[in-house]
């Protein structure tokens, strides 16, 4: 989560530090078994004698987090010690996280009575405590260090950064002048506590687990249905044999947070902040959403209208009896809202896609084939891996454009390695092999470093940013 400034320090700290004694640090560790799998933004097997961290720690930097990505961090720390015998979990902080305000009382009472070597730090306080009993030569090497790293990171950019930059340079120059739509993923969701697709699944087969008292283990669950989240999702359905019972259990797996939670983290979410920025600026005439949750119309209800010339009307659509008034977010997979005011509907296992599949004028595939026809697309928060939207890309990038149009869509993506070691070459390969595959269904790649997270709505605000565009015409 290499973000800010203060978190590109610790890298430097640590490598001067471990250079001196030669031990060893390994960033982008991965850790797995049958069940899941974690990659530790900096991992040390023999420690760092000079900052007085113990051997078998594991450091992750965090410049941006959900409600629960603590707890999240806890529960990877207590995998982590129980399977792969690590013994410190050290989670910094930037110096301008309020988490005081974020994280409860009672995980913090929790973490102290049970003192099993998971620890947070704001940077500042890190630096502090493990620099106390540093010599003072040790001390100028590191700032040394850190100086040098920050200079070069101030002033040189990657080819791949530059890449990006000509490719938002392009998004935005579209943004402007034409009309667009918003795809949005899962990934939106988690920003403000509500779980990803996998996630999602594992609170459903917990919640069957407790109403059939069987004793499904999600991992293997996986494992037998060839990791399909389709056909994992088909099982779970069939164990509740109930669907007033299923939709409920889907509820609850889908809300587990408070629903004046949510509207809080949807107040201080700055990807929700960009995402309506982005509609009220006129330029955006629908958003299409894989979610189940009316968290995007909630948040763009709770815009205070009277800085805007108009208010917008909108409408959740999420069927074909639904008339579209003045701006519709469509809810291609169904709609469970926070409150009943509306019958929840959904498309979640292989049974509901196939249906997609046989339909090919189902209105939901008729709208993402309009949008992707008629607007520049941006794709926020998706992974792109849902096979009846890849269709749909395919069939749109067929009928659309010649092999030597540009592309006018454009996916965010996060950056994750799928190497063994660290292989960057590996990963690189990987990445542009996948580059060229979404080239090829129309779709150019914006990519964001792996857990990067304050990076999405950073660059959906370079896009969304009039003065970039008019400066071009100066």
């Not at 008629?374 to 926020?380: H, N």
């Amino acid at each position: 989560m290499y973000i800010q400034t203060s978190n590109l320090h610790v890298l430097p700290l640590l490598e001067s530090a471990i250079d001196l004694k030669n031990e060893a640090l390994i960033r982008k560790k991965r850790f797995s078994d049958e069940t899941r799998t974690f990659t530790a933004d900096i991992y040390l097997p023999y420690g760092c004698k000079i900052l007085r961290i113990e051997d078998e720690t594991i450091i992750e930097l965090v410049s941006k987090f959900r409600s629960d990505t603590f707890n999240e961090l806890y529960e990877s720390f207590l995998w982590l010690k129980l399977h792969f015998s690590i013994k410190h979990f050290i989670v910094i902080c930037n110096d301008d996280l309020n988490i005081s305000k974020r994280i409860s009382v009672n995980f913090f009472q929790t973490l102290e009575k049970k003192n099993e070597g998971f620890e947070i730090f704001m940077w500042k306080d890190f630096l502090r405590i493990t620099t106390k009993s540093t010599k003072r030569k040790t001390v100028e090497i590191v700032e040394k260090k850190v100086n040098e790293v920050e200079d070069v990171h101030n002033s040189e950019k990657t080819n791949e950064e530059k890449k990006n930059d000509s490719l938002i340079e392009k998004a935005n120059e579209l943004f402007h002048t034409g009309k667009n739509t918003l795809f949005l993923g899962a990934g939106v969701g988690c920003e403000i506590g509500l779980p990803s697709w996998d996630e999602l699944l594992k609170r459903l087969l917990k919640r069957a687990n407790q109403k059939n008292k069987s004793n499904y283990n999600y991992g293997k669950i996986k494992e037998q249905c060839n990791q399909s989240s389709l056909i994992i999702a088909r099982f779970i359905q069939e164990l509740f044999n109930d669907d007033k019972a299923f939709t409920k259990a889907f509820k609850n797996s889908l809300y587990r947070l408070p629903k004046e939670a949510i509207i809080d983290n949807i107040k201080n979410s700055d990807l929700y902040t960009k995402i309506i920025n982005m509609v009220m600026s006129g330029r955006v005439s629908s958003i299409i959403t894989f979610n189940y949750d009316d968290s995007v119309e909630r948040a763009l209800k709770m815009i205070d209208y009277m800085e805007h010339e108009k208010r917008l009307r909108i409408t959740s659509v999420f069927d074909a009896k639904h008339y579209l008034i003045d701006f519709p977010v469509y809810h291609v997979h169904g709609i469970i809202p926070i409150e009943d005011n509306i019958e929840p509907t959904f498309v979640l296992s292989e049974k509901e896609y196939h249906k997609l599949y046989k339909e090919s004028y189902d209105w939901s595939n008729a709208v993402q084939l309009q949008a992707l026809h008629d607007t520049t697309c941006f794709f926020i928060g998706l992974s792109l891996n849902d096979p009846n939207l890849r269709r749909l890309l395919e069939i749109s990038k067929t009928n659309t454009l010649n092999d030597n149009d540009e592309l006018h869509h454009f996916a965010i993506l996060e950056k994750k390695g799928v190497a063994k070691n660290n292989h960057n070459k590996t990963d690189n390969e990987y990445i542009r092999t996948q580059e060229r595959i979404f080239n090829s269904l129309g779709i150019n790649v914006i990519w964001y470093n792996e857990k990067d997270y304050s990076k999405l709505p950073e660059i959906l605000g370079r896009i969304k940013d009039m003065k970039s565009y008019m400066e071009k015409f100066s």
